[in-house]
């Protein structure tokens, strides 16, 4: 037994050839080379990684400092300087980089804003396009707090009282396309809609979170888009005068300059109640029957109205300064006529009937105003809700706006892009 174990050992040692041997080299020298390759590979996009991750955090940063630019220059802007920040030559320093923004007017009321950013080793540009807004919202022809609707072959367009009278400026189209000029913007802090026919020479502007509505071959020649806050509808602070009861004007009446106050102020059929201004005048209603007028002499001034409940123009009835300017005639209307389940009290009456016509600025913002056909305004109205009926027209006056406005506009933004960025 013992003498056979050399013997199998060295069969056993024989029997293993050395060209397998080899190959077990080179299997292992192959293993150990893809392993280098692999780490290798993994060296070179841990290095790409890292260099992609530095110029991506460079890009963002040169995005920030162009957004940061664009905030300074809005921010100066509202406070009525330039909207420029540095200069190509000069950036300022912000953030641990450099921007500067380049301003330009592209129209009266358009402004464009080019800011650069420079990071440490990228560089971005962006563009922001904005619209300034007046300071005042006497900006519109017509609107309606909570909605605005116009009916068919409703029209709205717009007039400058500085340059003539409407009719010498209305010179545009003919027919029911005839107009003067293109901002008889309206607008809504609710929905804005157009029947068939209806158009506007203008913006219809609804709220936030509104649209509008265009039906058929209605028209709006200006912008649809939605603004960018609601318009607030301030308070109005009713004066106290002495009150000489009712009035009833049933022949041809002067009124010199005063400010008065009346329970009710009515004007008969056919008849003229001429108001000297300027003057103030309170009355609880208002009245003015079939084909009565009230005119008013506003040389030295306006007239300024305060309604509190009643307020009735019936038909072929109207209110005209003698100077055709919307400026001279002021109606601020307290009427509540909107049913209120929480609370009874005796509604009160609005009504603009048909062939009626203004020229002056309405305010109402307690009541739902229903404008008859035909019924014409030369200025501009506002109104908790408006609804204007079919064939009537509003002419809005372009003169309110520099009239009425105070301090610097607010800036709406209109376009904001990503511009490419060359070195």
């Not at 056979?4 to 056993?12: A, I």
């Not at 545009?172 to 609710?190: E, H, W």
């Not at 058929?216 to 939605?226: E, L, P, R, W, Y």
Request: hydrophobic share 40%; net charge negative; charged share 15%.
């Amino acid at each position: 037994m013992h003498s056979l174990q050399p013997t199998l050992r060295s069969q056993v040692l024989r029997q293993t050839d050395p060209r397998r041997r080899g190959g077990v080299l080179v299997v292992m020298t192959v293993c150990v080379a893809g392993m280098a390759a692999l780490a290798g590979a993994m060296m070179t996009m841990a290095v790409r990684y890292s260099g992609e991750q530095v110029s991506s955090k460079a890009s963002t940063q040169a995005e920030y400092l162009c957004q940061a630019g664009l905030s300074q220059a809005m921010y100066q802007m509202q406070l009525g300087q330039p909207g420029a920040v540095g200069t190509p030559s000069a950036p300022a320093a912000w953030g641990g980089g450099e921007l500067y923004v380049e301003s330009m007017a592209v129209a009266s009321d358009l402004v464009q804003l080019r800011a650069t950013g420079l990071g440490d080793r990228s560089g971005a540009r962006q563009e922001l396009v904005v619209r300034a807004v007046p300071n005042t919202m006497w900006r519109f022809g017509a609107f309606g707090k909570e909605f605005l609707h116009l009916d068919s072959n409703a029209r709205v367009d717009s007039y400058d009282s500085r340059l003539g009278t409407y009719g010498s400026q209305a010179v545009n189209g003919s027919g029911s396309f005839q107009y003067a000029r293109t901002n008889g913007d309206v607008g809504s802090n609710g929905d804005v809609s157009l029947d068939q026919n209806a158009k506007v020479w203008g913006d219809a502007v609804a709220g936030l979170l509104h649209t509008t509505t265009v039906l058929g071959n209605a028209i709006v020649s200006g912008s649809t888009a939605t603004a960018t806050a609601d318009v607030e509808f301030p308070a109005v602070t009713v004066p106290t005068y002495t009150n000489y009861g009712s009035l009833t004007v049933s022949s041809s009446l002067n009124m010199s300059s005063s400010n008065r106050a009346y329970s009710t102020l009515r004007v008969g059929s056919n008849k003229t109640l001429t108001i000297e201004g300027p003057a103030n005048i309170v009355a609880s209603s208002l009245i003015l029957n079939s084909g009565a007028s009230i005119r008013i002499d506003d040389e030295d001034g306006p007239v300024v109205f305060y309604v509190l409940d009643n307020f009735i123009m019936n038909s072929n009835s109207q209110i005209k300064p003698n100077s055709l300017e919307p400026l001279g005639v002021r109606l601020n209307l307290l009427s509540d006529n909107v049913i209120n389940p929480e609370v009874t009290v005796q509604l009160d009456t609005v009504d603009f009937d048909s062939n009626s016509k203004i020229w002056g600025v309405v305010y109402a913002p307690n009541a739902r105003v229903v404008l008859d056909s035909n019924f014409e305004l030369y200025g501009s109205l506002m109104a908790r809700s408006l609804d204007i009926d079919s064939n009537a027209t509003f002419h809005f006056d372009e003169a309110l706006v520099d009239a009425t406005a105070s301090g610097v506009p607010v800036y709406e933004t209109v376009c904001w892009r990503e511009l490419p960025w060359r070195n």
